[in-house]
């Protein structure tokens, strides 16, 4: 489905019951909503799941391919405005996280509790903003392609890539499809946001956090972060993962999500 946001169409899917508590599920960089369809699958019609792609991303427009962290909590809220959501779940991995961070910060209102995934607070240190910047400038000028063959080793096991997983295959595929330009945006938007970590104190909503224990992206210690300044919350590492963890180990990362999900009430 689609909807307009601030003239650049935006794509998601909704599958479960609308009547049910909504979870809102962002995806990480540079992928798609489609990295998510086994989470839907397992919350089935006990929730009714929304997942999108952010500006750029997947089915969603590019625009003018200038974005910032500011702008996408700007178009989730968007979302879940059109949607008529008043409060949902929000379920973010790596740069969704980011986007989930600062919403949260923004505005708490909206959310019933968070799910934080291989992501976390820190804003990136200089030698990270220039690695950004450098990254920005390659794939605009060698292409996607590219891109995702250099991207592939930092987000997944040794064992999916020697394999050659059917995850590994639907990620290259995906960053492939994904528009140079719109990568580099978001790579500009990931390097200018803001340091979430004072604000994790504040955070009064249920929390899971999930990492994978081969995360080198962002890692078990950056999650035990998380969890050591997020009261109440609670830190599972998913077995045989890297950076992707809800598609390297779903069985073990959906029963967390469900268990946390039903404890809600
Ligand atoms: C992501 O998976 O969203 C990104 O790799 C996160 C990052 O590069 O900081």
Request: proline residues 7%; hydrophobic residues 35%; glycine residues 6%.
């Given at each position: 489905m689609k909807t307009i946001i601030k003239g650049t169409e935006f794509y998601y899917i909704e599958s479960g019951d609308p009547a049910k508590t909504s979870v809102i599920f962002i995806h990480g960089?540079?992928?798609?909503?489609?990295?998510?369809q086994e989470q839907l699958a397992a919350l089935g019609n006990e929730f009714h799941s929304i997942a999108y792609d952010f500006?750029?991303?997947?089915?969603?427009g590019v625009g003018d391919g200038q974005y910032t962290l500011e702008g996408h909590v700007d178009d989730l809220i968007t979302l879940l405005d059109f949607l008529q959501i008043d409060q949902a779940v929000i379920v973010g991995l790596s740069m969704g996280g980011y986007i989930a961070l600062r919403a949260l910060e923004r505005n708490?209102?909206?959310?019933l509790a968070v799910v934080l995934c291989d992501t976390r607070s820190e804003a990136d240190d200089n030698a990270g903003k220039i690695k950004r910047a450098n990254a920005a400038q390659a794939v605009k000028k060698d292409g996607s392609a590219v891109f995702a063959e250099a991207f592939i080793p930092a987000v997944f096991t040794e064992h999916a890539i020697q394999q050659a997983l059917p995850a590994v295959k639907m990620i290259t595929k995906i960053i492939c499809a994904n528009d140079p330009v719109a990568i580099a945006g978001n790579l500009i938007a990931m390097a200018a946001r803001t340091d979430t970590t004072a604000s994790l104190?504040?955070?009064?909503v249920p929390t899971l956090i999930l990492v994978g224990a081969?995360?080198?992206?962002?890692t078990p210690e950056d999650a035990r972060n998380l969890q050591s300044q997020i009261t109440g919350s609670v830190l599972h590492i998913v077995p045989d993962?890297?950076?992707l963890s809800n598609l390297e180990n779903p069985q073990f990362f959906n029963e967390r999500l469900l268990e946390f999900l039903d404890s809600l009430g």
């Open positions: 960089f540079p992928f798609s909503h489609a990295i998510w500006r750029g991303m997947g089915n969603s708490p209102e909206r959310f104190k504040k955070i009064t081969e995360d080198k992206l962002t993962a890297a950076h």
